[in-house]
């Protein structure tokens, strides 16, 4: 066995997901760290605590990063929870997203500051803006695209309105403000003063007319420009305060220039932004959006001035011994992921825990360099998901999808489309910024400089469009890898297959440069910038668009995922896992995150149409011949029936996995599937008419009693709930023994039926698990299987190996590695045996009800010794062990080493 990386890193035992929002704070946690003590995890696994810009957009929308969110609680609720989590002995591992900052007005103090002083304010660096334009204004860089018309119809219907409060300005539009620089008020304050006739404020006004043109300066002059500017703020809000017929006259001016559109124009023309349309987001964004969202911006914290300040909460948090461990969110929308990583290894020191999101592809290694202890899970929520699909079901699922949908598109020409659709729409500014780059590069160069913009934007999509993962890791003055190598030499081939119209050398070029093989000025900022476009290109062309229009067996289309491959190979699962017991010990493993299309219970039991292909294709075109009836005609002539087919077919697929399903809940969830699509609406441009008719179909189809009561008599013929719950205690028993830190999301621990965000993030019943966990303390599976429908089951085999795993940290510890065990006779391929080499054995079943028989004959050779089952406490002896025996009190079967 290999070292394990950071070995003076304690991880955790197990962690548990919570999500904090207006119906989950700091207190509400605390209230639940007994339940989780007994439940028998190690951590907390917290959603970010900074500031949001809104209590209703707590964790993610962070406003300001370095306070605790008050709609949470605040620093005394946030006290209150790390005191009762140290009470019973657990910790704390914390989500921090430090590259993103919610651009909501003056909760974002930094953005604000930005807008008001541009390129004299002390965070000017910290966006991914052009911090100093020629003409010493960030107006031609800074869009604010927030206006619902074009600006100039806004700002003529009066919509747009200069206020004041206190010495302060602001210009709002409906529920949006933004600062209005007090230097550029020079004019108004001087028609204020000769109409109050105050020379205090004249002489205010004259200052600030001379800072006005003092814009370009050093960072020292800088400095002093914004101390005087606050000093005149000051003093004018003591002149306002102190004198009414002066602060009245200031407010005729501004009600003067709210009414005159050509003056507020002109004031408007002096700031350090521009308000501009919303149709103008995805073309002229202010400073690149972290996935198309245009109220994110990205921050700079590849510089030590930005990282210090983003990182100075969470790094206080793990001194004060409050956190153990940080979760790094989407860490490949930083410049330089390693890098980052190195800078924050350091400052938190060796002995926290730290994982980093990443989505790796389904052929993809996370670097060996990176100073984690692996990534958050999707790659085992994937691998683990696939044991649970028939290979042998694929062809029949397939040619029941083509022919029910008419779909005749394979996987990598959907995606293909989708990518070069995301790259059209919202990110068309990243693309193009990146062909002026190439542009740039290629003039210098005589074998270059002939191309086209049109042809160097062509060859950029398309080589974006080919990349099979989200990025590169280039690092200026360092090797490129060999694996980012094999990225760009496969991305380069498939281009240039796809596009032969254009010059092949044309993409062996940009090849070059993003290998930084070329030595050209300007290359490194290329090659980053392009592997930062990538990310967005790949995640939301994939698995945003592409897997909601590519839909056989949707549990199979989820982040990382790769739905072309149709299941997966036990031998490949054992290979992985090997790997990660060798390389990432300590790696976190999921089945479900606050992200997943599905829940992991969800996905148990779509997995099993895989089972039963020809029935399933049977029951749906039943389905959908008898709900012909409540379709929509729709286009010229009623050529079109809405919903459209795949929609259909998803619709069938979400009924099965969620049932019973309400219909209101099962349609919000597919009016979002509808729009991630993409094809008859969307996000940014809903379809009144088509959601409607779907909305109008869901309705219909759940009010049919005839149609309810097949649906019901197809789950119970082919006993596809007890299936899918057989499947979630198989998954649950390898989340739980593999090696890595298994993390829980909240709920999870009994059934949870949960579809995509925010289905997934409703509030959790704690009192009622906290009940039955402590119903089924000491209880045997009996007792278990008398709850199942509660969830009794899951709970009781979560519980037991949670506190077996509390109790025995050597048997799962990143020194106890993973030995696949040989199962013989007719059953051997539909169970997933394997040994911890610490003294642990388990078996668990998969696909097991696909044959008639799958037990009679099947063995599993247990190591030497004697061993008891965790779970029952069963004896059993070395050598060759029954399947039958092994699994005759539960569906799963955990032994530890007695001898």
């Excluded at 206006?147 to 700002?155: E, K, S």
């Excluded at 979560?798 to 077996?804: A, D, M, P, V």
């Excluded at 089952?869 to 799963?892: I, K, Y």
Aim: aromatic share 8%; glycine share 8%.
């Amino acid at each position: 066995m290999t070292d394990p990386p950071w070995p003076g890193v304690l991880p955790p035992s197990a962690t548990y997901r919570v999500q904090f929002g207006p119906g989950f704070t700091f207190d509400d946690a605390a209230a639940i760290v007994r339940y989780l003590a007994a439940l028998g995890v190690s951590h907390l696994h917290c959603s970010p605590v900074q500031q949001a810009a809104t209590a209703e957009q707590a964790s993610y929308r962070i406003a300001d990063h370095s306070r605790l969110d008050e709609s949470l609680g605040g620093p005394g609720g946030y006290q209150r929870l790390s005191e009762a989590l140290s009470a019973a002995g657990l910790s704390q591992l914390l989500d921090i997203a430090p590259h993103r900052l919610t651009l909501a007005g003056r909760e974002s103090a930094w953005w604000w500051d930005v807008l008001e002083h541009g390129p004299a304010s002390r965070y000017a660096s910290y966006f991914d803006i052009d911090a100093s334009p020629p003409d010493g204004h960030l107006a031609a860089t800074v869009i604010m695209p927030v206006l619902a018309d074009r600006y100039g119809r806004v700002l003529d219907a009066g919509e747009l309105r200069l206020r004041r409060e206190g010495g302060a300005f602001t210009v709002t539009y409906q529920e949006i403000e933004a600062p209005i620089s007090l230097p550029a008020l020079g004019d108004l304050l001087t028609s204020a003063a000769d109409a109050a006739g105050s020379a205090e404020l004249r002489a205010v006004a004259t200052n600030l007319g001379n800072l006005s043109r003092a814009i370009r300066a050093g960072p020292a002059q800088a400095r002093e420009r914004r101390l005087a500017i606050g000093e005149l703020r000051g003093r004018l809000a003591v002149l306002c305060e102190r004198e009414a017929d002066l602060a009245q006259a200031i407010d005729a001016e501004i009600e003067a220039v709210n009414s005159d559109a050509d003056r507020l124009d002109e004031l408007l023309a002096r700031q350090n932004y521009r308000l501009a349309y919303l149709g103008m987001a995805a073309e002229e964004p202010a400073g690149r959006r972290f996935l198309g969202v245009g109220s994110l911006a990205i921050l700079r914290v590849d510089r030590p001035e930005v990282f210090d300040d983003v990182h100075e909460l969470p790094l206080r948090l793990v001194r004060q011994g409050s956190v153990s461990g940080l979760r790094v969110d989407h860490v490949d929308g930083l410049a330089d992921p390693e890098g980052y990583l190195t800078r924050l290894r350091t400052a938190a020191g060796d002995a926290i825990y730290i994982v980093a999101d990443k989505t790796l592809g389904p052929d993809e290694k996370l670097p060996g360099s990176w100073p984690v202890a692996g990534t958050t899970g999707y790659d085992f929520l994937n691998l683990a998901g696939e044991l649970f699909v028939d290979q042998d079901g694929r062809q029949p699922i397939l040619d029941g999808y083509a022919s029910f949908t008419g779909q005749d598109a394979d996987l990598a020409e959907i995606t293909r489309a989708a990518k070069l659709q995301v790259m059209a729409e919202e990110l068309d500014a990243e693309v193009e910024r990146l062909t002026w780059q190439l542009a740039g590069i290629c003039e210098h160069r005589r074998r270059q400089r002939d191309y086209t913009r049109r042809e160097l934007r062509a060859a950029l999509e398309e080589l974006l469009a080919a990349f099979a993962v989200c990025r590169c890791y280039p690092r200026p003055g360092q090797d490129v890898t060999l694996a980012d190598r094999a990225k760009v030499a496969a991305a380069v081939t498939a281009a240039r297959q796809r596009r032969q119209d254009l010059d092949a050398e044309l993409f062996d070029f940009i090849g070059g440069l993003l290998l930084l093989r070329q030595g050209e000025a300007g290359e490194a900022e290329f090659a980053v910038g392009f592997a930062q476009v990538s990310t967005p290109v790949m995640t939301k062309g994939t698995e945003g668009i592409a897997f909601s229009r590519y839909l056989p067996l949707a549990c199979l289309n989820e982040v990382g995922g790769d739905p072309a491959r149709f299941g997966g190979d036990l031998p490949d699962f054992h290979d992985a896992m090997r790997y990660a017991a060798l390389h990432w010990p300590d790696t976190m493993l999921t089945l479900s995150t606050h992200d997943t299309k599905r829940s992991g219970d969800v996905r148990a039991r779509m997995s099993v149409l895989s089972e039963l292909p020809h029935a399933w294709n049977a029951a749906i075109r039943q389905w959908s011949e008898h709900n012909a009836r409540y379709k929509k005609r729709a286009g010229k002539h009623g050529s079109r029936n809405w919903p459209d087919r795949v929609t259909e077919y998803l619709l069938y697929q979400s009924m099965v996995g969620a049932w019973p399903v309400q219909a209101d809940r099962l349609r919000r969830y597919l009016i979002a599937a509808v729009r991630d699509a993409r094809l008859h609406t969307s996000w940014t441009d809903p379809q009144a008419g088509y959601e409607d008719a779907l909305a109008g179909f869901v309705a219909a189809v759940l009010s049919d009693a005839e149609f309810v009561a097949a649906v019901a008599t197809f789950l119970a013929r082919h006993s596809i709930v007890a299936r899918g719950r057989l499947n979630s205690l198989a998954s649950t028993a390898l989340l739980l023994t593999c090696p890595g830190v298994p993390d829980l999301y909240q709920g999870t621990e009994i059934w949870d039926l949960s579809l995509a965000d925010p289905d997934g993030r409703q509030p959790v019943d704690f009192a009622a698990r906290g009940e039955l966990l402590a119903e089924l303390a000491g209880a045997g599976p009996q007792q278990a299987f008398a709850r199942d429908d509660a969830g009794g089951t899951k709970l009781w085999l979560i519980s037991r190996l949670l506190n077996h795993r509390r109790s025995n940290p050597h048997c799962y510890s990143r020194l106890s590695g993973y030995e696949p065990l040989e199962v013989s006779g007719p059953g051997a391929g539909r169970f997933v045996a394997f040994a911890r080499s610490a003294g642990l054995v388990v078996v668990v079943p998969r696909l097991a009800t696909s044959a008639a028989d799958p037990w009679t004959g099947t063995s599993v050779g247990l190591p030497p010794g004697r061993w008891a089952s965790v779970l029952t406490g069963e004896a059993h002896q070395g050598g060759q062990a029954a399947a039958a025996a092994l699994l005759r009190f539960f569906p799963v079967q955990v032994l530890a080493r007695e001898d």
